[in-house]
């Protein structure tokens, strides 16, 4: 038996706003990606119950176009942890015509995504979708709420947002809004790693590093399959890479790594020459990709 | 994750472009939390405004609106760390209109960094972010006295807004080492992570020696242990069949296995038969734990009710005296009707009487028959249920609260007890 417990402050934040979404919201729901963040999130959610199960069930909007490794694992691990999993197609928004597929160089499923969220909510009645964003990810995202409080249209007032004070969250709302909840706001990429170690949580293999088939475009590293626009002159190479980030194929950019164990990982990412973010190591790179974009004549 | 780095969490304050976001910004450049592609951001659009330096601001304004205007409207997160400490940074506005979000961050904060300007000294929302600093009992205040370099790094300058600032400090609740003045210039860059050549005058620590330094305390952590009930677990499986948990955030104190408890409201005892942190079973808790607690008898005890310790049971009552801050433009009226948010419990309170409104510059209070946006207040209220709390001085955490109003379910107000 451990003697005195010290909690870890962030961990033990993010476990009382998931208790907190359970217990002020009817049908919450935990947007499912298989990426690291909502993995993290499913363990977050598993020590917030223990040992109940997980009190909501996961959604994943699938756009078709994820990796294979992810969708694997996610089937993998909602059969270990006996947890509820919804799938969205977006092929059926496009089949039923909803939405339209984009064409062309830059062409992803990625904005489709959001009119499948939308339908599962209503289809669902969800008035909570819990997610994995992170404020330290982007500008405008360091100004949103734990709750955050969404009109019918799924919408985002930035300008006027609920105040909140200490650790009180106000999730009371009328019929048809819904709040969009984000446990591990105050969580770095940083953090999440680490977590993710000292956890020893299981992440799909496409963070590690491994050989792919890509190409080079924009200073970015694209995997070359057939779900990825790609141009005749757009030379397909075969790389060690990993990936930071994990969602559709068509806007998930690889990192070069030679990051084969989560040390690895953590040490890369903690690594002062390297940013937090994401940008350094492509930018190492991307002067090299810029240039071969410019003596290819980009356009 | 971070085990071996302590949290700090920071709130900047001070009158519209004091420099709080080019703060940050330096901040977040010199210990290289900013990537390549930000600084190159920052580079060309300094650049494009006709500027000498880095325009830090740029880092952490991140709505158009901010952009355009040049000023912060609402609170941002930044995240930064160093080998020793993670930092998080509330960037607040320092504009009038948006006190209220220098609430919003101050509450969240243990460190509020309350920025002057070197040529304008202690101006009218220095004195309304010191008090409020104040109201908050937050535990350290830096006073960052900044754009040193447009007063040729006079120490005479420095010299004079510290005695008018001490002034201030006098009339506070804040003993002198709460309070470290701090000469800087957060657009060169001079005393943030680099002692200044500049100011030989100045012998103390750079700002971020100095916030690496302090050992501030958090929302939890305070005087005696208060347990809210936050979800009750009941797995209703084979192997967990008749267990029930009661789970939540410890605040104020330790609890641990064996400790004779009070259950509030029904003012039933039990003892603590076990404490679960995930599956490990635990003897003790510190505060801060997210945990649940099984009890050695059968209780009553549902979300909103509260644990503590028989040895130290907090006020329960129908009627509070509390002051309180006017976050939303709804002003606050006498008979006014309110859902208050204690913690995790919620009961209907009534505005009594508001006694008065507090002048934020330490000059007294007036009369009022309501409190409008952004304003102090004194207030009584009358609640449909007794709430079990503490005094915010007490224990912030068991001794504050928000109030919701029933239209918008906006949050209208936060109150800290008496
Ligand atoms: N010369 C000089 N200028 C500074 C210094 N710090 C900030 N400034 C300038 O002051 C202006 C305002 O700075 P901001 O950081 O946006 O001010 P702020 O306090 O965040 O303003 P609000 O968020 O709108 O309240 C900018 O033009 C800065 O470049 C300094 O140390 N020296
Ligand atoms: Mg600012």
Redesign the pocket.
């Known amino acids: 038996m451990n003697n005195l417990l010290i909690p870890n402050p962030k961990e033990a934040e993010s476990i009382h706003i998931i208790r907190e979404v359970a217990a002020q919201f009817e049908r919450p729901v935990l947007l499912f990606s298989g990426g690291k963040d909502s993995i993290t999130l499913v363990r977050l959610a598993q020590k917030a119950f223990y040992p109940a199960r997980i009190p909501f069930p996961l959604l994943h909007v699938d756009t078709g176009h994820n990796f294979p490794e992810t969708i694997e694992f996610r089937d993998r691990l909602v059969e270990e942890l006996g947890l509820e999993l919804i799938v969205r197609n977006v092929q059926d928004s496009i089949d039923q015509g909803k939405v339209r597929e984009e064409r062309g160089r830059y062409s992803s499923r990625n904005s489709l995504q959001t009119t499948t969220l939308l339908d599962a909510i209503e289809e669902f009645k969800f008035d909570a979708c819990i997610g994995g964003a992170r404020r330290d990810e982007e500008k405008a995202r360091a100004k949103e709420r734990v709750f955050s409080v969404r009109d019918d249209f799924g919408q985002w007032d930035e300008k006027n947002q609920r105040p909140e004070l200490f650790d009180m969250l106000n999730g009371k709302i009328h019929n048809g809004q819904n709040v969009r909840c984000f446990p591990i706001s105050n969580w770095t990429e940083l953090d999440v790693w680490e977590y993710i170690k000292t956890e020893n949580i299981e992440i799909p293999s496409i963070y590690f590093a491994h050989e792919r088939e890509v190409f080079l475009r924009d200073g970015m590293i694209w995997t070359a399959n057939e779900h990825v626009f790609r141009e005749a002159h757009e030379e397909v190479l075969v790389k060690m890479v990993r990936f930071r980030t994990v969602g559709d194929m068509t806007c998930t950019a690889a990192v070069f790594s030679e990051a084969v164990s989560l040390d690895d990982v953590v040490g890369e990412i903690r690594d002062s020459s390297i940013s937090e973010r994401g940008a350094r190591i492509d930018d190492k790179r991307s002067e090299a990709a810029m240039e071969k974009r410019k003596k290819v004549g980009y356009f | 994750m971070s085990e071996n780095r302590k949290l700090i969490k920071i709130a ?1 304050a ?13 901040l977040l450049y010199d210990t290289k939390s900013l990537t390549t592609d930000k600084i190159e951001a920052i580079e060309r659009s300094s650049k494009q405004r006709g ?1 000498d ?1 880095l ?3 740029l880092a ?2 991140g709505l158009v609106a ?1 952009r355009e ?5 609402d609170v941002a997160h930044i995240y930064f760390n160093t080998d020793k400490t993670n930092f998080i940074v509330a ?5 009038v209109e ?1 006190t209220r979000n220098m609430v919003t961050g101050a509450s969240t904060s243990q460190v509020a960094i309350i ?1 002057i ?1 070197a040529r304008k000294g202690v101006i009218e929302q220095t004195y309304r972010h010191f008090f409020i600093s104040n109201l908050l009992r937050i535990s350290h205040v830096v006073v960052a006295i ?5 007063v040729n790094y006079d120490e005479e300058v420095y010299l004079k807004i510290k005695a008018d600032f001490d002034a201030l400090v006098a009339k506070s609740d804040f003993t002198e080492d709460q309070i470290t003045f701090i000469p ?5 860059g ?1 005393n943030i992570a680099r002692q200044s050549e500049e100011m030989p005058w100045y012998v103390g620590n750079t700002l971020l020696d100095h916030l690496e330094v302090l050992e501030p305390a958090d929302l939890q952590e305070h005087s005696v242990a208060r347990f809210p009930v936050q979800y009750v677990i009941r797995p209703k499986t084979e192997a967990w069949h008749d267990f029930r948990g009661f789970s939540g955030m410890l605040y104020g104190g330790n609890l641990k296995v064996g400790d004779e408890v009070t259950l509030l409201p029904s003012m039933n005892t039990s003892t603590i038969k076990s404490i679960h942190y995930f599956d490990q079973e635990i003897q003790e808790a510190a505060p801060g734990s997210s945990i649940a607690i099984t009890l050695d008898t059968e209780v009553d005890l549902s979300r909103g009710d509260m644990l503590v310790k028989s040895s130290s049971v907090p006020r329960s009552e129908k009627q509070l005296t509390a002051t309180i801050c006017q976050v939303n433009s709804k002003p606050l009226r006498v008979g006014g009707k309110y859902i208050l948010q204690h913690g995790v419990n919620r009961v209907l309170a009534k505005v009594d009487q508001i006694e008065s409104r507090i002048h934020t510059d330490f000059t007294g209070t007036e009369t009022a028959d309501q409190l409008k946006l952004n304003d102090i207040g004194r207030v009584h209220f009358r609640l449909s249920k007794p709430i079990h709390f503490d005094t915010y001085k007490e224990n912030k955490a068991n001794g504050s609260f928000i109030l919701i109003e029933e239209g918008e379910y906006d949050t209208v107000s936060v109150g800290f007890i008496e």
């Open positions: 900047t001070g009158s519209v472009d004091d420099g709080k976001s080019t703060l940050i910004g330096r500027y330096y325009d830090f601001s952490t304004d901010e205007q040049g000023i912060t409207i960037d607040t506005p320092g504009h948006y920025l300007d900044n754009k040193m370099d447009l800087v210039s957060a657009l060169k001079e």
